[in-house]
């Protein structure tokens, strides 16, 4: 059973804007902590940023002031809006979920993932 779909990704130039989406299911968009991660080129996955049940939102220090995460709950969706996108954001970029929390310092284990959007941007 699919549980997070990502979709939005594609190949932008430097400077431009994108928008991630991940659609989850019913369950784990009632009771799971969500967030995006990515994983660059020959480099290992890293946190991007979180969102916990009440809203409050983390980031990477590499995003900060870049990119925003957003929650529809009526939707089922979480965003991930991408500025000013820069070369060494080309990565394939995950949802993913998981009931116990989810930190953007920590790639997990976490109970569920999407299988992934590729964001490719050019200098």
Not at 52 to 66: N, P
Not at 73 to 100: F, G, I, Q
Request: aromatic share 10%.
């Amino acid at each position: 059973q699919v549980q997070l779909v990502e979709s939005g990704g594609g190949s932008l130039q430097a400077g431009g804007s994108l928008t991630l989406s991940c659609a989850a299911s019913a369950y784990i968009a009632s009771n799971c902590f969500m967030g995006w991660f990515r994983q660059p080129p020959g480099k290992e996955r890293e946190g991007v940023a979180a969102i916990d049940s009440d809203g409050v939102t983390s980031y990477a220090d590499s995003v900060k002031g870049r990119f925003t995460i957003s929650k529809d709950n009526a939707k089922n969706t979480l965003y991930l809006h991408m500025n000013s996108l820069k070369p060494e954001d080309t990565a394939v970029y995950y949802c993913a979920a998981d009931e116990r929390g989810l930190w953007v310092g920590s790639v997990g284990p976490y109970n569920y993932w999407g299988q992934g959007t590729q964001v490719a941007v050019s200098s």
